[in-house]
């Protein structure tokens, strides 16, 4: 399954530059980010709808979100931004 485009991310414009001011997460490539030198957030196109995955707290695969609407772009943000924090305090 092939990462999302430049032109699929310009849809998240907002949700991008949200996660671009957590502290400690490098966007590797336009919607690839990376923290602590491993893969934590990416983006597919799935036939016009657009999921993120991000790193499971346990550090093994990926949870995915929709994130097409609002509700979607603020869970995938606060939950970053928890396991983050998280993995910060380890």
């Not at 671009?20 to 490539?29: N, P, S, V």
Request: proline share 6%.
């Amino acid at each position: 399954m092939a990462h999302a485009d430049e032109e699929a991310l310009k849809r998240l414009l907002p949700l991008l530059r949200q996660l671009r001011d957590i502290k400690g997460l490098r966007e590797m490539k336009p919607g690839i980010f990376y923290l602590k030198g491993s893969a934590f957030i990416h983006f597919h196109d799935e036939n016009g709808a657009l999921i993120a995955d991000l790193k499971k707290a346990g550090g093994s695969g990926f949870d995915r979100y929709p994130v097409d609407q609002p509700p979607g772009q603020r869970k995938l943000v606060d939950d970053a931004k928890r396991r983050v924090a998280k993995l910060d305090e380890d």
